[in-house]
């Protein structure tokens, strides 16, 4: 380690001086004072919380309570298409498209 300073040994056998007590209640009072409030966001109101809660439930409760559409003006071979499981639909309307296109369809193998 190296050897101390003589400034700061010199430092060291000053005697510690205190503040006067009026200087501490003057410092105390001004930084009091001049402290402000700072703006903080605190997030909406509650009351517009609570709507956009109950907005978003009613949505969601909507949502999971409304029946499928009906199924009217859909043709009967539609309503049968979509009872089938995707890989049957999906060669069903393959099926369709070559046969609207006029096109032979690949050889099943």
Same mark, same amino acid.
């Given at each position: 380690?190296?050897?101390?300073?003589?400034?700061?040994?010199?430092?060291?056998?000053? +005697?510690?001086?205190?503040? !006067? @007590?009026? #200087?501490? $209640?003057?410092?105390? &009072?001004?930084?009091?004072? /001049?402290?402000?409030?700072? +703006?903080?966001?605190?997030? !909406? @109101?509650? #009351?517009? $919380?609570?709507?956009? &809660?109950?907005?978003?439930? /009613?949505?969601?409760?909507?949502?999971?309570?409304?029946?499928? @559409?009906?199924?009217?003006?859909?043709?009967? &071979?539609?309503?049968?298409?979509?009872?089938?499981?995707?890989?049957?639909?999906?060669?069903?309307?393959?099926?369709?498209?070559?046969?609207?296109?006029?096109?032979?369809?690949?050889?099943?193998?």
């Amino acid at each position: 380690m190296s050897a101390p300073d003589p400034f700061e040994e010199k430092l060291r056998s000053l +005697p510690a001086r205190s503040l !006067p @007590p009026e #200087w501490r $209640a003057e410092i105390l &009072g001004r930084a009091a004072s /001049a402290r402000s409030p700072t +703006p903080r966001w605190k997030g !909406p @109101p509650h #009351w517009l $919380a609570w709507g956009w &809660g109950a907005g978003i439930a /009613a949505s969601l409760a909507l949502h999971l309570t409304t029946p499928e @559409p009906a199924l009217a003006g859909r043709s009967q &071979g539609d309503i049968e298409l979509q009872s089938k499981p995707p890989l049957q639909r999906r060669a069903q309307l393959l099926e369709a498209w070559l046969a609207f296109n006029d096109v032979k369809a690949y050889p099943k193998p």
